[in-house]
Each structure stands twice: as structure tokens, then as C-alpha cells.
């Protein structure tokens, strides 16, 4: 019954709450750059990390693909003015239309291109000739090469040694260049089957992996110290504020102010300030790393390969994180001011 | 709780015909300050009844306990010791909740130190309390501007109470405590910065008050004024209510109880 009549004056919260701010702007301003600070690490971590992946990967899979080429060139000789036929048993990889482009870009003469899998789609946008009209027969017809790539299952007819080498009667060179290690392929005599594909041994595999889980726990840990010291930061200015306050807040309570009434004012407060601090210190952590990374690896390079929507995702997640990282530190100096004995705020020496 | 038999019997033979009914019973309160190892006995055992309608003042040295009294009334501390009951209902039985309902809405404080809000213009701090009680908007400040013209200072509103003297603070806390309409009027030294006139003229304010709403009144008070106003003076001395009298019963050329 009480508790419907002593309503909680949210204009009246708001209104002590702007005032307070305005009135120790300051302090209000180093708190706020606390929770910018700490949202901007945080995001500038998760976006380094994204940036770090993204570049890592494109950068690997140029390297492997200029490997593939370098290795294919040693085997043909130049392509220019060539022709190479391509047998495709599935979907590619991004190194494997990379090698296409590659060949593209040295201007071959025409891709016979024979796709053994027709129901996937070929993405490639052509300048050089591709003849996609072209038999299985016929693929290796005055190429300098062949090249065996997907990820499909390879056509019965190569399984056999004296088919494949008949697939090469024609051929200006007799390779047969693999992008991936074929499983069942038969060794076909006259024709040299050359591996591109470098595979990582157990080994190397687990090491990458360690050190990838090494240098995000690092990351983890201090971002996890950095959101404590935030939140240990914001709790103190908090604090100050509660004792600063001290004689408004228990005047209030000796007028009837309800405890929650007061707990909200903090609550109030620390949110505002963390939603304010994290939509600066999220941007300010994006654009911070996006320059950095932008400086090392160009920006070229790291505006290409990035992912905006998983960048999009950790800006509004940092300031959600903000957020909460404040309202947990207004927890304990809301907690004093709610249970202050109203009478100590009418002494002379407060 | 050891409490006098007889001072309890006393205290509940049941008010005679006609006589008011109680708003506050203190009985045997006491209150105790711990400042490190020093105990100071601010209030050895303070029992007293106060009536609807009454207009009490309570007088004494400085250091007596009147506004520790004060405090332990008006529900704004607990007493070491004692029971004090506000509308027969024992506070100490009260979850803050429904002490802050009782503070905002049953009693009305002026304090000794004012206690006005420095951040919020006058007119914001006569509207907090009704704020509280869940008056907002255009018809809790015409209320408050109503009350604030009634202390004369209905062309102070906007100001900080920075920017007025000590018995415009004065007034405009006495203000406040008019927000809510209470039943109970609670003022420390509330003339104590006024000159002779504004003095009076509060002093009339709540004499008025206790007549036309029968508000009871109770004051700590020197102004002799306000003490020939009162139904009933208490005189407290070291913590302890040593005397009560009616004002014909006081000397006040030497402010000397008779
Ligand atoms: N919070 C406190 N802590 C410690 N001692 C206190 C506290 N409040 C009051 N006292 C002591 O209790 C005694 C009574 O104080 P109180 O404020 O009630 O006096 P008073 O009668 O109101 O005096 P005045 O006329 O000067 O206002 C004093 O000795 C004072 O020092
Ligand atoms: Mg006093």
C-alpha cells in the first residue's frame, strides 16, 4: 500500500542526475574517460584481433597462391601466350582462384576448362578466352599444362594410368598440375604429375594452433584487467561522488526519499556516463585500430580484407559491455548511498 | 528496556474527554553518540506525549538534545533506547520504506541547518518533497509558487539558495516543509535568522496553520514570541526533559519558569 504512494519521480532522478553532472563536470569528464578508455580497449582489441585474422589470411593466401604459380611456371615455363587446360571437380578455394587469376593476369592464351562437376558455379569473370564448352578429352588439347583443382571427387576416368596419358597425346606439355593432393589418382606413364599444394605436416599444424591460442589468451587476459581496473575506476569516481553528495542525499531521505530512489540516481548516472563513455571510447577503439593496422599492413590490404559487419558487431558489443562494466561499479557506491542514515546529513560538519 | 512503571502507567491512562487524541509518544528514548571512545548521552531518558493541534515548544541551553530530540521524533534517527510511536504506530516496527512514506508525507521539517539543495532553485527544492509524494508537474508548481508566496518569496523563485540571505534560506526551508500538507510540523530554531518582523510573521504562519488545519506544531525555540504563542514549553537540560509549563506559567522578562 505504501509502496504504490511514494512514487519514484524518474523526472526528478534525471534532473539531480544532469545537475550533478554538470556541476562536477570535471570529474564527471575523468569518469567518463575511464569507461572510454576501457571500451576503447576492449574493442580495439576484438578489432585488432579481426583485423590481425583478416590480413593474416588474405595475406597467407596470396603467398600460397604466388607459391602455386611460381611453382607452375617452373614446370611450363611462362604462360603467357599459353593455353591451360583445368579440370574441376568441385567448388574452388580462394587459393585456387587465385592461381585462375593469376593465369588470367599473365594473359594465357585461352582456359580450356572442363568442369566435371557442372552443378557448382564457376565465379571466375573472364577476360582471357575460357572455353567452358570443352570434353574431357579435349582439355589437354595444346595446353602446356592441365590443372586438376576442387574439392569433388576425382572423375573415374583418372583413376586409370593408360586413359590419363591418352588425355595428353595432344598436349604441348605433359603435366598434370594438382592444387590439392588427389586421392586415387592413377601415375599415368609420360606424364608428370606435379604437386602444388603444400600440406602442413601434424606437427606444424598444432604448433600454428598453440601459438594462435597463446597470443589470445594474452589478449584475454589483459583485456580482462583492463576491464576490472575499469570498473575499480569508475566504482572510486562513483564513490567520490556518493561522499560529495552526502548532505544532498540524506536531505533527500530526511524528505522521503525512498532508498531505491537514491540507488537509481547512481545507477542512473553510472549508465549515462557508460553509455556515453562506450559509444566514445568504441568508436575512438575502432578508428584507433583500423589506423594502426591500416599503418602496418596497408590500408589498402586491411580495408579490403576486413569484415565491417564483425567489426559493426564488437563496436555495439563494447558499448553494451561499457555499459555494464558501469552499472556493476555503481553496485557497491549505490549501496552506500541508499543506506545512509538520513539524520548524519543534518550536522553543521558534513 | 527497563521503563519506569508508573511513568508508563501514567503515560497510557487513556486522554479524557475532549482532550486531543496523541500524535507522538516518546517513551523513555534515549540516544547514545559514539565518537570513538567517547560516549555522549545526548537524550538520558526523554518521555513526553504530544497532542493534535498542539503548538509544543521546547527550550534549552545549547548541547541540551533538542535537536537530537527532534531527530528521534521526527523519525529521522533511532533512539539507543526507547520506543517512540507516531500515530500509535511504533517506528522501530517501520522497513525504511515506510519511514520515508512517513517522512514525506505525515511530517514536515524545517531544519536547523536549513538543509536546502544548492544545486536546485527554490521553487525546485519546494516541489522536491511533493516530487516524492508523487505531485509533479504544472499543479505541484503551482503549489509550490502558492507556498513560496506565502513566506514572501514568490518573486525569489529561480534562485539558488546561495543567492539569498540566511532568512530567505530561512523561509524558504519552512516552505518546504509546507510541501506535502503535513499533519506534523517539525521546526529547529525556525525564526532564528529572521528579523523581528518576517519573525513574526512565521510565527503567525504556523499559529494559523495549527488553528484553521489543526496541525500540530512542535518547535525548539528561544524566541519568546513563539513561546508565549505555544499551548505547552518544555524545557530540556542535559539531555533530560526537566520541566513543562504553560507560557503563564514562564517569567519571560528573565525566561525563567515560575
Ligand atoms: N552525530 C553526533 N555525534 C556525536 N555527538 C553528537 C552528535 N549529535 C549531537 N551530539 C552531541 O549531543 C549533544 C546534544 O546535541 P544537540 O544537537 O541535540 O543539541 P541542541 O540542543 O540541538 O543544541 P543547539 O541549541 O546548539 O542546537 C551535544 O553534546 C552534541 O555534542
Ligand atoms: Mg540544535
Same mark, same amino acid.
Given at each position: 500500500m505504501i509502496q504504490d504512494q511514494v512514487r519514484l519521480p524518474l523526472s526528478v532522478a534525471i534532473g539531480v542526475v544532469m545537475q550533478g553532472i554538470r556541476i562536477r563536470f570535471g570529474r564527471s569528464l575523468i569518469t567518463l574517460m575511464g569507461v572510454a578508455l576501457g571500451t576503447a580497449f576492449l574493442v580495439s582489441n576484438l578489432t585488432g584481433q579481426a583485423i590481425n585474422a583478416a590480413v593474416r589470411q588474405e595475406e597467407q593466401s596470396r603467398s600460397e597462391v604466388k607459391r602455386m604459380a611460381s611453382f607452375l611456371e617452373a614446370e611450363m615455363g611462362p604462360p603467357r601466350d599459353r593455353i591451360v587446360g583445368v579440370i574441376q571437380t568441385g567448388p574452388l578455394d580462394e587459393n585456387e582462384q587465385g592461381l585462375i587469376r593469376f593465369l588470367i593476369d599473365s594473359r594465357v592464351k585461352s582456359i580450356q576448362w572442363y568442369n566435371a562437376a557442372p552443378e557448382t558455379p564457376i565465379s571466375q569473370s573472364e577476360e582471357a578466352e575460357c572455353r567452358r564448352d570443352v570434353s574431357l578429352e579435349g582439355v589437354a588439347n595444346q595446353a602446356g599444362s592441365v590443372l586438376l583443382m576442387g574439392s569433388g571427387p576425382l572423375p573415374d576416368v583418372l583413376t586409370a594410368p593408360e586413359p590419363v596419358a591418352s588425355l595428353f597425346k595432344d598436349a604441348a606439355g605433359k603435366i598434370l598440375a594438382c592444387t590439392r593432393t588427389p586421392q586415387g589418382l592413377a601415375s599415368p606413364p609420360g606424364v608428370a604429375v606435379v604437386e602444388l599444394a603444400r600440406e602442413f605436416t601434424p606437427e606444424e599444424l598444432i604448433k600454428i594452433a598453440e601459438q594462435k591460442t597463446q597470443a589470445q589468451f594474452r589478449r584475454n587476459w589483459i583485456t580482462l584487467i583492463s576491464m576490472v581496473v575499469t570498473v575499480a575506476g569508475i566504482a572510486n569516481a562513483m564513490l567520490m561522488s556518493v561522499t560529495e553528495r552526502f548532505r544532498e542525499i540524506g536531505t533527500m531521505k530526511c524528505l522521503g526519499a525512498l532508498s531505491s530512489f537514491v540507488r537509481w540516481i547512481f545507477f542512473f548516472e553510472s549508465s549515462f556516463m557508460g553509455a556515453v563513455g562506450g559509444v566514445m571510447g568504441g568508436v575512438a577503439g575502432t578508428v584507433f585500430s583500423l589506423a594502426v593496422y591500416g599503418f602496418t599492413y596497408g590500408y589498402g590490404l586491411v580495408f579490403s580484407s576486413v569484415d565491417w559487419v564483425l567489426l559493426g558487431v564488437y563496436l555495439v558489443l563494447s558499448v553494451l559491455v561499457g555499459i555494464g562494466l558501469s552499472i556493476v561499479a555503481a553496485i557497491y557506491p549505490a549501496g552506500v548511498a541508499a543506506s545512509m542514515v538520513p539524520a548524519n546529513a543534518l550536522r553543521t560538519d558534513v | 528496556m527497563s521503563i519506569d512503571k508508573e511513568k508508563l502507567q501514567a503515560l497510557f491512562v *487513556?486522554? *479524557? *474527554?475532549g482532550v486531543a487524541p496523541c500524535v507522538i509518544r516518546a517513551i523513555d528514548v534515549k540516544k547514545i553518540y559514539w565518537a570513538g571512545q567517547v560516549e555522549t548521552h545526548a537524550l538520558r531518558g526523554a518521555t513526553l506525549d504530544i497532542y493534535r493541534g498542539e503548538y509544543l515548544s521546547i527550550m534549552g541551553p545549547s548541547g541540551s538534545g533538542k535537536t537530537t530530540l527532534f531527530n528521534m521524533i521526527g523519525a529521522l534517527q533511532k533512539p539507543t533506547s526507547g520506543k517512540v510511536y507516531i500515530d500509535q504506530v511504533d517506528i522501530a516496527q517501520l522497513d525504511t520504506d515506510e519511514l520515508a512514506w512517513l517522512r514525506c508525507h505525515k511530517i514536515g521539517y524545517v531544519f536547523q541547518t536549513f538543509n536546502l539543495i544548492p544545486v536546485m532553485t527554490c521553487l525546485e527544492n519546494v516541489m522536491l518533497p511533493m516530487a516524492f509524494a508523487g505531485l509533479e508537474g504544472e499543479a505541484a508548481r503551482e503549489k509550490a509558487v502558492g507556498i513560496l508566496d506565502l513566506v514572501g518569496l514568490g518573486h525569489r523563485l529561480l534562485h539558488k539558495p546561495a543567492e539569498l540571505s540566511g532568512g530567505q534560506q530561512q523561509r524558504v526551508a519552512i516552505a518546504r516543509a509546507l510541501a506535502n500538507s503535513p499533519q506534523i510540523i517539525l521546526t529547529d530554531e525556525p525564526t532564528a535568522n529572521l528579523d523581528q518582523k518576517t519573525g513574526m510573521e512565521m510565527i503567525e504562519l504556523l499559529a494559523r496553520l495549527k488553528v484553521e488545519k489543526n496541525v500540530t506544531i512542535i518547535s525548539a525555540t528561544h524566541d519568546q514570541r513563539m513561546l508565549q504563542k505555544s499551548d505547552r514549553i518544555l524545557w530540556i537540560e542535559d539531555g533530560q526533559i526537566v520541566k513543562a509549563a504553560r507560557p %503563564?506559567?514562564? %517569567?519571560f522578562s528573565t525566561a525563567e519558569f515560575r
Amino acid at each position: 500500500m505504501i509502496q504504490d504512494q511514494v512514487r519514484l519521480p524518474l523526472s526528478v532522478a534525471i534532473g539531480v542526475v544532469m545537475q550533478g553532472i554538470r556541476i562536477r563536470f570535471g570529474r564527471s569528464l575523468i569518469t567518463l574517460m575511464g569507461v572510454a578508455l576501457g571500451t576503447a580497449f576492449l574493442v580495439s582489441n576484438l578489432t585488432g584481433q579481426a583485423i590481425n585474422a583478416a590480413v593474416r589470411q588474405e595475406e597467407q593466401s596470396r603467398s600460397e597462391v604466388k607459391r602455386m604459380a611460381s611453382f607452375l611456371e617452373a614446370e611450363m615455363g611462362p604462360p603467357r601466350d599459353r593455353i591451360v587446360g583445368v579440370i574441376q571437380t568441385g567448388p574452388l578455394d580462394e587459393n585456387e582462384q587465385g592461381l585462375i587469376r593469376f593465369l588470367i593476369d599473365s594473359r594465357v592464351k585461352s582456359i580450356q576448362w572442363y568442369n566435371a562437376a557442372p552443378e557448382t558455379p564457376i565465379s571466375q569473370s573472364e577476360e582471357a578466352e575460357c572455353r567452358r564448352d570443352v570434353s574431357l578429352e579435349g582439355v589437354a588439347n595444346q595446353a602446356g599444362s592441365v590443372l586438376l583443382m576442387g574439392s569433388g571427387p576425382l572423375p573415374d576416368v583418372l583413376t586409370a594410368p593408360e586413359p590419363v596419358a591418352s588425355l595428353f597425346k595432344d598436349a604441348a606439355g605433359k603435366i598434370l598440375a594438382c592444387t590439392r593432393t588427389p586421392q586415387g589418382l592413377a601415375s599415368p606413364p609420360g606424364v608428370a604429375v606435379v604437386e602444388l599444394a603444400r600440406e602442413f605436416t601434424p606437427e606444424e599444424l598444432i604448433k600454428i594452433a598453440e601459438q594462435k591460442t597463446q597470443a589470445q589468451f594474452r589478449r584475454n587476459w589483459i583485456t580482462l584487467i583492463s576491464m576490472v581496473v575499469t570498473v575499480a575506476g569508475i566504482a572510486n569516481a562513483m564513490l567520490m561522488s556518493v561522499t560529495e553528495r552526502f548532505r544532498e542525499i540524506g536531505t533527500m531521505k530526511c524528505l522521503g526519499a525512498l532508498s531505491s530512489f537514491v540507488r537509481w540516481i547512481f545507477f542512473f548516472e553510472s549508465s549515462f556516463m557508460g553509455a556515453v563513455g562506450g559509444v566514445m571510447g568504441g568508436v575512438a577503439g575502432t578508428v584507433f585500430s583500423l589506423a594502426v593496422y591500416g599503418f602496418t599492413y596497408g590500408y589498402g590490404l586491411v580495408f579490403s580484407s576486413v569484415d565491417w559487419v564483425l567489426l559493426g558487431v564488437y563496436l555495439v558489443l563494447s558499448v553494451l559491455v561499457g555499459i555494464g562494466l558501469s552499472i556493476v561499479a555503481a553496485i557497491y557506491p549505490a549501496g552506500v548511498a541508499a543506506s545512509m542514515v538520513p539524520a548524519n546529513a543534518l550536522r553543521t560538519d558534513v | 528496556m527497563s521503563i519506569d512503571k508508573e511513568k508508563l502507567q501514567a503515560l497510557f491512562v *487513556a486522554p *479524557a *474527554a475532549g482532550v486531543a487524541p496523541c500524535v507522538i509518544r516518546a517513551i523513555d528514548v534515549k540516544k547514545i553518540y559514539w565518537a570513538g571512545q567517547v560516549e555522549t548521552h545526548a537524550l538520558r531518558g526523554a518521555t513526553l506525549d504530544i497532542y493534535r493541534g498542539e503548538y509544543l515548544s521546547i527550550m534549552g541551553p545549547s548541547g541540551s538534545g533538542k535537536t537530537t530530540l527532534f531527530n528521534m521524533i521526527g523519525a529521522l534517527q533511532k533512539p539507543t533506547s526507547g520506543k517512540v510511536y507516531i500515530d500509535q504506530v511504533d517506528i522501530a516496527q517501520l522497513d525504511t520504506d515506510e519511514l520515508a512514506w512517513l517522512r514525506c508525507h505525515k511530517i514536515g521539517y524545517v531544519f536547523q541547518t536549513f538543509n536546502l539543495i544548492p544545486v536546485m532553485t527554490c521553487l525546485e527544492n519546494v516541489m522536491l518533497p511533493m516530487a516524492f509524494a508523487g505531485l509533479e508537474g504544472e499543479a505541484a508548481r503551482e503549489k509550490a509558487v502558492g507556498i513560496l508566496d506565502l513566506v514572501g518569496l514568490g518573486h525569489r523563485l529561480l534562485h539558488k539558495p546561495a543567492e539569498l540571505s540566511g532568512g530567505q534560506q530561512q523561509r524558504v526551508a519552512i516552505a518546504r516543509a509546507l510541501a506535502n500538507s503535513p499533519q506534523i510540523i517539525l521546526t529547529d530554531e525556525p525564526t532564528a535568522n529572521l528579523d523581528q518582523k518576517t519573525g513574526m510573521e512565521m510565527i503567525e504562519l504556523l499559529a494559523r496553520l495549527k488553528v484553521e488545519k489543526n496541525v500540530t506544531i512542535i518547535s525548539a525555540t528561544h524566541d519568546q514570541r513563539m513561546l508565549q504563542k505555544s499551548d505547552r514549553i518544555l524545557w530540556i537540560e542535559d539531555g533530560q526533559i526537566v520541566k513543562a509549563a504553560r507560557p %503563564d506559567e514562564i %517569567d519571560f522578562s528573565t525566561a525563567e519558569f515560575r
